[in-house]
């Protein structure tokens, strides 16, 4: 065996070491983020005492027109701030951490085991992309290692720019472990080359643009699931019913159901050109590699069909009959067509962009 191939095998280890050192420090941010949620809930008892106790709401007392030393007792007006129209005026819940000082301190210590994975896993698909001297995502287990690593770093980029997405974080860390344990347990495959047809400037391009696409729609469809059991929970609420006591101790501590709602349209809105650039990129690759730009292959087929039914969420949105809770609908049916795409279409059909032996 030569030096550059020892240097390769090495460096092929390596990743798989950090692979599972990642694996490792986001079941400690699994739990963190538990322990989150189990203190936050705790903390609702104090919230609740802290409110009967608090001061009455000040008075402003106004002179009436026509009662000499008269006062008429009228209390501080509110501000209501607006969300979008025809939606409820309800405010954002206080979070996993409910406001207690000890979930919240738990949940800081969530974020920052997030991190140290991500930096780890990261390097892991460094490492991997070191050892084949290609772009890192080849087949099914290299894919999956950089879709959950993007996704986690979508995550983090949302959170350092300020935005309010904290309430991702425990959803987010148990599907980047469930995908890790599938990749290494079914998806493993050893350092290789590609085959001829695949050597091209293009795989970085389009199959990074899918693979990023695929972390921000998560994003989307984790904001659009929660948005629908938070919708409920709302709606019961609206309507004098009494929700469950997981509804009471868990939805009401999620962003309000229009925040959700909003932050799913925009994330998947923003993304939707580039899956469109994606798809035109792998047309630009196909003519170059198979001599034609569309063959209607299966992967072909479904990335249209994604496309598709991204397009008609989107449309959904701009159609006053189809907002809400009828166009959060499409865009699950849109991420489930994402889905297929990247596991059904490589493993179980068979086409020119299947991978076949994972």
């Known amino acids: 065996m030569n030096l550059a191939a020892a240097t390769n095998e090495s460096l092929a280890e390596m990743s798989n070491v950090l692979v599972y050192s990642s694996m490792a420090v986001y079941t400690l941010a699994f739990l963190a983020h ?75 210590i969530a974020v920052s085991l997030t991190t140290l994975a991500f930096l780890v896993e990261a390097a892991a698909v460094v490492a991997r992309a070191l050892s084949v001297q290609r772009a890192p995502w080849g087949n099914m287990y290299e894919f999956s290692l950089t879709f959950s690593t993007v996704a986690v770093g979508a995550y983090l980029a949302f959170l350092v720019a300020g935005k309010n997405v904290r309430w991702m974080g425990l959803l987010l860390v148990t599907t980047v472990l469930l995908d890790l344990g599938v990749a290494t347990t079914w998806l493993y495959t050893d350092s290789d080359q590609l085959v001829p047809a695949l050597h091209s400037y293009w795989l970085w391009i389009h199959v990074s643009t899918a693979i990023f696409c695929g972390a921000v729609f998560y994003l989307g469809a984790v904001a659009t699931l929660l948005y629908l059991f938070r919708d409920a929970y709302e709606n019961k609420l609206a309507s004098g019913g009494t929700p469950s006591g997981f509804a009471r101790s868990v939805l009401e501590r999620l962003p309000a159901a229009a925040t959700l709602d909003k932050f799913a349209y925009r994330v998947n809105a923003a993304v939707f050109p580039l899956w469109t650039f994606t798809i035109i990129a792998g047309a630009i690759w196909a003519g170059d590699a198979w001599g034609r730009y569309w063959g209607w292959d299966a992967k072909e087929v479904w990335s249209f069909i994604t496309w598709v039914a991204y397009a008609a ?46």
């Open 34 to 108: 538990i322990a989150e949620w189990v203190l936050g809930s705790r903390s609702k008892v104090g919230r609740t005492a802290a409110a009967l106790t608090t001061p009455a709401t000040p008075k402003v007392r106004v002179r009436t027109a026509g009662q000499a030393g008269g006062t008429a007792v009228l209390d501080k007006p509110k501000v209501v701030t607006r969300s979008a129209s025809g939606s409820r005026d309800v405010p954002d819940g206080p979070g996993a951490a409910g406001g207690d000082e000890k979930g919240d301190l738990y949940g800081r």
């Open 313 to 358: 969420y989107l449309h959904a949105r701009a159609t006053a009959g189809w907002k809400g809770r009828k166009a959060a609908y499409v865009a699950l049916i849109a991420f489930a067509c994402w889905l297929f795409n990247y596991y059904g279409v490589n493993i179980f059909v068979n086409s020119l962009h299947s991978y076949a032996g994972v």
